[in-house]
Nanobody, 122 residues
Framework: QVQLVESGGGLVQAGGSLRLSCAAS????????MGWYRQAPGKQRDLVAS???????NYADSVKGRFTISRDNVKNTVYLQMDSLKPEDTAVYYC????????????????WGQGTQVTVSS
């Protein structure tokens, strides 16, 4: 069984900051990529930022320079530091993990967290 526990969402004024955390646990041999996605009402779920096991990062253009993704490979945890928040950042933020469940197999799986609400007021 695998679990992703997200935390850190909430309500913040425009210009403020929030830090999201996502901790993975369970039957995990190794984690390749961890990422954050977001989905606003009536819109599709889009990538916000991702980070590989080697700490290579990728960001959506809309958050570059404002958001920072990082990870702790020992704790199997990924973080998203969100600064200079804007009302258009309002969405449910989902953590996603691409991982290998078993060391003897090259099979990889994707697993999603339940999501955490981020609301930015103007």
């Amino acid at each position: 069984q695998v679990q992703l526990v997200e935390s850190g969402g909430g309500l913040v004024q425009a210009g403020g900051s929030l830090r999201l955390s996502c901790a993975a646990s369970g039957r995990i041999s190794s984690i390749n990529v961890m990422g954050w996605y977001r989905q606003a009402p009536g819109k599709q779920r889009d990538l916000v930022a991702s980070i590989t096991s080697g700490r290579n990062t990728n960001y959506a253009d809309s958050v570059k320079g404002r958001f920072t993704i990082s990870r702790d490979n020992v704790k199997n945890t990924v973080y998203l530091q969100m600064d200079s928040l804007k009302p258009e950042d309002t969405a449910v933020y989902y953590c996603k993990m691409n991982y290998r469940p078993n060391s003897w197999s090259r099979s990889v799986l994707d697993y999603w967290g339940q999501g955490t609400q981020v609301t930015v007021s103007s």
